[in-house]
């Protein structure tokens, strides 16, 4: 009798789904954690893409917006598109940011275009989700972001907001890296030369090195940090988001470190630079003698003989070089978009599952 009450229970159990306890059988914790559990959160996310930037050139838009509405919708989530030029990218994503509907804005584009995107989401305190459309993508490199567009778009989807570190320089927000001297050279003579696509600019930027290996680059800088101050000479200094990783292009794997990187070459003959240059396409420059590397928290940088039409670079762009200037880490500021599990990477984890045997929730904790 004992053993046919406990048969029938067991039934019971397989044909009945698992309901969570009441909520007010919980303690207030549980309370809040199943409270989240019953109302998954759905999000508003607005698109902003530039019709003239990157990948998308090739694109037909309004198909992409339409792709990108649809996983947002099986995921649980609205989706609205904002098409606009070049010209108007900053305004548009200064709006977008600015809009009570929006939960997460969407910035598809190279790295001036993630950067313009982080600002905006830096001052309205909006997540960023990321779109890898450019040609290095150095900050979704660090944000771990598939850079197949389709599968960015399911990363995003089904990712989970969180917060990185981002940096200013004179309050100007960037998220890799502000760099003067022979980094703005480079782009200065990069953008003298006409080009079309992202196989174009990689030619005009391999010209534009072979052109400033030419004119080596020399000048002063006094960097300042909490250990003191330190005049230097230097053919190029860069201040990065966290420190750079190397075995690759030059971007931080890590960017929640609370930490800036100062990097200083020191003047070098056109030889030794293109040496440099070239360990720096296979991410083993750090070894070369003439880099130095520290981590600071904050670093200002005085250029005593700065001339007038000096430029420094940020995030790839070019800016007006000021005489002092101030650069700060500010943890965890930047609220971000993680990307979540793809279809494909779920098929993968599947077959890996279906091989070797090993649940997925093992492999999963690994």
Not at 20 to 48: D, Y
Not at 53 to 69: I, K, P, S, V, Y
């Amino acid at each position: 009798m004992r053993r046919a009450r406990v048969v029938a229970r067991r039934q019971r159990c397989r044909c009945q789904s698992w309901r969570p306890p009441p909520i007010k059988e919980l303690s207030w914790p549980g309370r809040v954690r199943a409270l989240f559990r019953r109302a998954p959160q759905t999000m508003h996310f607005i698109g902003v893409f530039n019709r003239d930037g990157g990948t998308l050139r090739t694109l037909d838009l309004a198909e992409f917006c339409q792709q990108a509405d649809a996983i947002f919708a099986a995921a649980g989530h609205s989706f609205e598109c904002r098409v606009c030029a070049g010209g108007e990218l900053v305004d548009t994503l200064r709006r977008a940011s600015r809009d009570p509907k929006a939960d997460a804005i969407l910035a598809a584009g190279g790295d001036g275009t993630i950067s313009a995107a982080a600002t905006a989401c830096f001052e309205s305190q909006v997540p960023l989700a990321v779109l890898p459309a450019g040609t290095m993508n150095l900050f979704a490199h660090s944000l771990k972001m598939p850079l197949d567009l389709e599968e960015a778009l399911e990363a995003v989807a089904a990712g989970s907001v969180d917060a990185v570190d981002i940096a200013t320089a004179n309050g100007a927000p960037f998220i890799h890296q502000f760099a003067v001297g022979l980094h703005a050279r480079l782009i200065r003579r990069r953008e003298g030369i006409t080009y079309n696509g992202r196989i174009g600019k990689v030619f005009a930027s391999t010209r534009a090195v072979f052109r400033a290996l030419m004119q080596p680059l020399r000048f002063d800088a006094e960097i300042r940090t909490s250990r003191g101050k330190e005049l230097r000479k230097a053919s190029a200094i860069s201040v990065s988001n966290n420190l750079l990783s190397e075995g690759h292009a030059p971007y931080a794997e890590k960017i929640d470190q609370g930490i800036l990187g100062v990097y200083v070459v020191k003047p070098l003959p056109p030889l030794e630079l293109a040496r440099l240059l070239f360990t720096l396409m296979f991410g083993s420059w750090k070894h070369h003698r003439g880099v130095s590397e520290r981590e600071v928290t904050q670093v200002t940088l005085r250029f005593p003989h700065r001339k007038s039409s000096a430029q420094a670079v940020i995030d790839g762009e070019l800016v007006p070089l000021e005489k002092l200037v101030d650069l700060r880490i500010h943890p965890r500021g930047l609220k971000v978009v993680l990307p979540g599990q793809t279809a494909r990477e779920r098929s993968q984890a599947a077959e890996d599952t279906a091989d070797t045997g090993t649940p997925s929730i093992l492999l999963m904790s690994v």
